[in-house]
Structure formats: C-alpha cells, structure tokens
Nanobody, 121 residues
Framework: QVQLVESGGGLVQAGGSLRLSCAAS????????INWFRQAPGKEREFVSG????????DYADSVKGRFTISRDNARSTVYLQMDSLKPEDTAVYYC??????????????WGQGTQVTVSS
C-alpha cells in the first residue's frame, strides 16, 4: 500500500511559477511510475505529466509541454512538478497517482488527495 501526499499548491499570478511535490510512503516507491492529473471545476480530470520509475521516461500533455517539468528523487520518495509560465487555465486541483507506467493511457493504483493551484489573471 502506497500513500501519496501532494503539496506546493497555492495562488499565483499568471506568468508565475509553482513547484508541486508528491511524497510517497508505505511502499516501494522506486517501483512505481508517478503521474500527475488535474481537474478544474466542471471539467473532467485530465492527464498532465508522468515519469517512469527511473526518471528516464517522461510524458507531458500538449497543453503544458515546454512549461512544466517533472522529475523524481527516489532517495526522498518524492516526485516534483515544476510549473512555469502559469496561465489562468492551469487552475485546477492537481493529483499525483502511482502506477506501473508513465502516461495517460495506463491505470493507476494509488492516488493522493490533491492540492489546489489557482492562477490569477
């Protein structure tokens, strides 16, 4: 059983930056890919970014490519999502999830509770 806790959300102006963290406990963290998703009010949850167990494979949604960077520190059991050049449309609750593969097409076994990101215009 893996527990995931997101942190780092908050309120930021458009053009600003935030770094989200996804801290894992209770399982073999380095055995899992970690994916980030987000859900805005009234919208479906969407894939944002994913990273495989070693950090050697990453994936990004087109809407964040070039602005967001995912990385992981297996020694700290933590995955980071660096978000730069934020836009109001990035406003959402961001969730991290653990699964076997990085990417939007694969199921995830464990989910965090989410952290709110609000980008003001």
């Amino acid at each position: 059983q893996v527990q995931l806790v997101e942190s780092g959300g908050g309120l930021v102006q458009a053009g600003g930056s935030l770094r989200l963290s996804c801290a894992a406990s209770g399982g073999t963290f380095r055995g899992y890919a970690i994916n980030w998703f987000r859900q805005a009010p009234g919208k479906e949850r969407e894939f944002v970014s994913g990273i495989n167990w070693s950090g050697g494979t990453t994936d990004y949604a087109d809407s964040v490519k070039g602005r967001f960077t995912i990385s992981r520190d297996n020694a700290r059991s933590t995955v980071y999502l660096q978000m730069d050049s934020l836009k109001p449309e990035d406003t959402a609750v961001y969730y991290c999830a653990a699964g076997s593969y990085a990417g939007r097409y694969y199921p995830n076994d464990y989910w965090g509770q989410g952290t709110q990101v609000t980008v003001s215009s």
